[in-house]
């Protein structure tokens, strides 16, 4: 290969959310006329590592240079100067403005009346940018009127127009066909032959290899490695995305399993989830994995009546329910611990009691509350659980991560006639200890001969808690297998399906 | 971490009474009045003292319910309106002889109507409860110099009972009902599973949804109450001044709202308590008459009030974010969007 400029050089970057270092000293750069690919499992640090670049998240430590030049702090502004544009699925886009107008948007060009804007020549210059890519859009159609793909088109297009020289795409495809995505990687090889530099983000490694130039694997926030494509094989790619260090993996105990409790039978929604079929056993832990985006909240908040199905069944005991509303499917014996703590689950600015007992209130017959029935049951889920609070009247946002999400268990704990409890990426943003608290908390729950369904992200906490593994691949349950001998790779290779 | 044994029970929290808002406001209240008797010693004349806290009984009220709506994480900003509405009806009712028994009914049923027009239209439309009820505050007024024509309507001394009673000779009727709603609203906020639910939706909506309360009812509920309690002021509202007319009650919203907010209770719902509503009231009476002693001229104690409503305002932007920072939060908000 040439040498050629370097567009983008990332050195040593530390990026810390919280307790948690999502990327540990990555280096990263993108030559003139190269389209480099970042891959990596969920949570790898792809998009933050992206985010950075764009200027939309800060790193702790590190160096960022562009086109030679070394830049201390990056805003998206001094990003989009510089010429770095990040293309977004739908963002950015005015869908009430024409694909001219848009291109155009805040830089109108100018005619001889004040204040007027010049359309005809906009027209003109953009028909004269769309053609030059290669993209058969009308350029007087409404923005709003176009797909996903032509949206995305119209954004690269405004890039050119402000003449970027990088182009970030974080999982263009995710929403496309597959015309679409053909159309959209000849774009990519063109514009690569134009000397642009591209950042190209996607779980689809078979499109990664048929435009990358280079590859980088990210795991865990560290960098695998960066190849050029010649140098390695799809095989590889993925075994160096996961085979993690054992130490990650968690041990733990084996635990009889009983008789099915819980099944649904052809669960589907309309566009997000389609015929999922599966049971669960009494005693039983089934993992549910797959990519983000995939289906898998949507299908337990169907299952939690969270969401209305369209169709299928769900059977408790073998008798059928059909839950309506959350507190319906309390009531007949669901509990859910959603994946977004802060979002679905913190009361912010009420104390830990409060947090605790609102499922048993809600429970509980009665206009009034039992005030000291709730602080008994709060201190001994606090003692039980081992949460760590000064005194009742701590308000929740006061602990530490792990604690707050042993508050939000804890909560469910004492909904006592629970058949089944969901855990949404249970250990999301928990530190190592509470970790495996939440861990044995889930196996006594399963001893006691619960029924659990358990999304998660995180392939070890997948491997080593499940008893059965159901992967999740756009909208459907593709695979269900027993989780004997089962290895990362084998999992990773079923979730973006290669 | 710290060892716990397996049956102990949580311990309370040891807050320090002076980080607690109302204990400012009860500081602010008492420097005012030192202040104020000094300048003017009929200040802490009994009938002076007796006079604050007859006119503090309506805003009291309104305050109350304001509370839960505002912990809910709601508003109504037609307040005034619908008190218009409201003492202009039952005036007309007053005046036409019709008995008491229905005058109060109605007083209650319309008010908790127009609430409840407000609570649900927020609600199924999915608008900010703030618009809505700017929509029917002018409802409301329009409705009432329509049925009016714009007529003053005096009721000649009579349903004079409520407002004008003084038990003892001292103690006004309508305070105590005031401070009995206190107590109501104490109880409902502290004790009752709805009062949970109030702090519950308005902290976090979907979380609460979550845990199985239902927003519509809890919310409506919320209406519901402030509805019965500003049917329950405008009566001794219109007892007490003995005549209504559209726009009686206007600017009262405001006050009370004023009121929740430098009683601790932010805007973005969730927090809050009765404790420092109560105070927050206090404030504002003893202001008003303070302003009176003083003899500031009346046009001026408008402006008064109205810096004095923006000031609890920022003082409830910046406790609701306080050792955070407002602007760290956000930067950081508008860098990571």
């Known amino acids: 290969m040439a040498v050629r400029d370097r567009l983008v050089e990332l050195k040593n970057i530390v990026k810390v959310y919280g307790e948690h270092t999502v990327l540990k000293n990555v280096d990263f750069d993108l030559h003139e006329g190269e389209i480099h690919c970042l891959v990596g499992e969920n949570g790898a640090g792809k998009s933050t590592l992206i985010k950075i670049l764009s200027g939309a998240v800060s790193p702790e430590s590190g160096e960022i240079f562009i086109m030679g030049k070394r830049v201390k702090s990056l805003t998206p502004r001094l990003a989009i100067e510089l010429g770095i544009t990040t293309v977004y699925q739908d963002a950015e886009i005015v869908d009430s403005l024409t694909v001219a107008e848009n291109i155009f948007l805040g830089n109108e060009l100018k005619s001889k009346i004040p204040f007027k804007i010049d359309k005809q020549k906009q027209a003109q210059e953009t028909q004269k940018i769309l053609k030059r890519l290669g993209i058969d859009l009308d350029v007087n159609e409404i923005a709003g009127n176009l797909s996903t793909a032509g949206k995305q088109m119209i954004q690269i297009a405004k890039a050119l127009h402000r003449k970027a020289k990088v182009i970030i795409m974080d999982e263009p495809t995710s929403s496309l066909g597959l015309e679409e995505t053909r159309a959209l990687l000849t774009l990519l090889k063109n514009l690569k032959a134009e000397g642009l530099g591209i950042i190209y983000i996607s779980h689809y490694l078979n499109e990664v290899f048929q435009i990358a130039d280079r590859i980088t694997i990210l795991k865990d926030g560290e960098k695998m490695g960066t190849y050029l494509l010649e140098q390695i094989d799809l095989n590889t790619v993925v075994k160096k995305m996961v085979g993690r260090d054992t130490a990650l993996f968690f041990q733990r105990r084996p635990i009889p399993i009983g008789d099915v409790r819980f099944r649904v039978h052809n669960l589907g929604k309309e566009g997000l989830v389609e015929e999922v079929t599966f049971e669960v056993r009494s005693g039983e832990i089934f993992g549910i994995g797959g990519l983000v985006g995939s289906g898998r909240t949507e299908l337990v908040s169907l299952i939690y009546g969270a969401l209305r199905p369209d169709k299928g069944e769900i059977f408790i005991d073998g008798k059928r329910i059909a839950p309506k509303s959350p507190i319906d499917a309390m009531k007949k014996g669901i509990c859910f611990v959603s994946e977004d703590r802060k979002k679905y689950g913190m009361f912010l600015g009420r104390n830990i009691v409060e947090n605790l007992t609102s499922v048993k209130n809600k429970l509980s017959k009665g206009l009034l509350l039992k005030l000291n029935e709730e602080l008994r049951l709060s201190s001994q889920t606090v003692n039980r659980l081992s949460i760590a609070v000064s005194d009742r009247d701590q308000l929740i946002e006061e602990l530490s991560g792990g604690n707050q999400q042993k508050v939000i268990i804890g909560r469910w704990l004492l909904n006592s006639n629970a058949t089944l409890y969901i855990f949404d990426e249970p250990t999301k943003g928990v530190d190592i200890g509470a970790r495996e608290q939440i861990y044995q908390i889930m196996l006594e729950l399963a001893e006691s001969g619960k029924s659990i369904i358990m999304v998660s992200s995180d392939m070890p906490e997948l491997l080593s808690m499940s008893d059965r593994i159901g992967v999740m691949r756009n909208g459907r349950l593709t695979h269900v297998l027993e989780n004997n001998n089962l290895k990362e790779e084998d999992l990773v290779r079923l979730f973006i399906g290669v | ?337």
Not at chain 2, 24 to 45: D, H, K, Y
Request: proline fraction near 2%; glycine fraction near 10%.
């Open chain 2, 1 to 337: 971490m710290e060892q716990k044994n397996s049956n102990q029970v949580l311990s309370k929290g040891k807050r320090p009474v002076y980080k607690n808002q109302w204990f400012f406001l009860l500081l602010a209240e008492v420097v005012l009045a030192v202040i104020t008797g000094t300048i003017n010693p009929r200040f802490f004349s009994i009938r002076n003292i007796t006079n604050i806290l007859e006119q503090i009984a309506v805003l009291g009220i309104l305050a109350s319910g304001m509370t839960m709506l505002i912990i809910s994480g709601e508003i109504d900003i037609s307040v005034g309106a619908n008190i218009g509405l409201v003492s202009c009806v039952i005036a007309m009712m007053i005046r036409n002889d019709i008995s008491y028994f229905w005058i109060i009914l109605v007083a209650l049923i319309l008010a908790a109507f127009n609430s409840l027009l407000v609570g649900s239209s927020s609600l199924v439309f999915k608008a900010p409860s703030f618009i809505t009820s700017l929509g029917f505050l002018s409802v409301f007024r329009g409705t009432a110099y329509a049925i009016t024509k714009g007529v003053f309507q005096t009721i000649y001394g009579k349903f004079e009972a409520l407002g004008l009673t003084r038990i003892w000779g001292i103690l006004p009727l309508g305070f105590l009902i005031g401070i009995s709603i206190y107590f109501l609203a104490h109880f409902i906020l502290k004790y009752s599973k709805l009062g949970r639910h109030f702090y519950a939706v308005g902290s976090n909506t979907a979380a609460a949804y979550l845990s199985g309360i239902s927003i519509f009812k809890t919310k409506l509920a919320a209406f519901l109450i402030n509805g019965l309690l500003v049917g329950l002021a405008s009566m001794i509202l219109l007892s007490r001044v003995g005549a209504a007319q559209p726009t009686t009650g206007s600017g009262l919203e405001l006050r009370a709202i004023g009121a929740v907010v430098i009683g601790g209770t932010p805007l973005s719902g969730g927090k809050g308590n009765i404790l420092g509503t109560f105070f927050g009231v206090l404030l504002m009476g003893i202001i008003s008459n303070t302003l009176n002693m003083l003899r500031v001229n009346p046009y001026f104690q408008e402006v008064v009030f109205g810096i004095f409503i923006v000031a609890s305002l920022a003082v409830s932007a910046f406790s609701a974010y306080s050792g955070r920072g407002i602007f760290k939060k956000f930067i950081k908000q508008s860098r990571e969007g």
